[in-house]
C-alpha cells in the first residue's frame, strides 16, 4: 500500500485499494504500482448540474444546413421549463426539462458576482442562457 501522499484528503488507509500493472503488457517493462480511492462519495460530496446554452452564433457560424440557432431556437423552446423568468423569448415553459434557480440563494453568490463586476469590469445579466449574452457575469440557472 503506498502512502496517502496522492489523496491527503483519506485519513484511513483501508479507503484505499492497490493496483499494479505487473503482469499486463505494456511499453515500459516496469510494473506501476498506483493507489486509488475506494471511496466514490461520502456526505462532503455534492452533485450539482448547471444549465448552459452556447451562443447563437456557435451554431450559426458552423454553416450547416438545418443546425443554424433559428432552426434550433424551436426545439430548445420546445425541450424546457424555464423557471427562472417568465416570458423570455428564447425560452420554453412546457418542455420536460425542468430549468430553475435551485430555490437557495447564498449571499455569497451575490458577493461573487459584485466582486467580478468591479474588478473584472463585466457586466451583469440575469440570463445567460438567451442565446446572445455573452462574457457576463450571472447567476447559474440548474
Known amino acids: ?4 501522499g496522492n489523496f491527503p484528503f483519506i485519513k484511513n ?14 511499453r515500459v517493462s516496469m510494473a506501476a504500482p ?3 480511492p475506494a471511496v466514490i462519495a461520502s456526505v462532503e460530496a455534492q ?12 451554431y450559426d ?4 444546413d438545418g443546425w443554424q440557432s433559428k432552426n434550433l431556437i424551436p426545439l430548445m423552446k420546445k425541450l424546457e421549463t ?7 423569448p428564447t425560452h420554453g415553459y412546457d418542455g420536460p426539462i425542468k430549468v430553475s434557480s435551485g430555490g ?5 453568490r451575490e458577493e ?12 451583469y445579466a440575469d440570463d445567460t442562457n438567451d442565446l446572445e449574452t455573452c462574457n457576463t457575469y450571472s447567476p447559474w440557472a440548474k
Open 104 to 108: 437557495c440563494k447564498l449571499a455569497i
Open 34 to 36: 498506483r493507489s486509488f
Open 13 to 26: 488507509q483501508r479507503a484505499l485499494r492497490s493496483h499494479s500493472t505487473s503482469g499486463i503488457p505494456v
Open 82 to 88: 424555464y423557471e427562472v423568468h417568465p416570458g423570455r
Open 112 to 123: 461573487f458576482i459584485d466582486v467580478g463586476k468591479t474588478y473584472h469590469k463585466r457586466p
Open 47 to 58: 452533485t450539482v448540474m448547471v444549465y448552459t446554452r452556447a451562443p447563437a452564433s456557435d
Open 1 to 4: 500500500m503506498s502512502n496517502l
Open 61 to 64: 457560424d458552423w454553416g450547416v
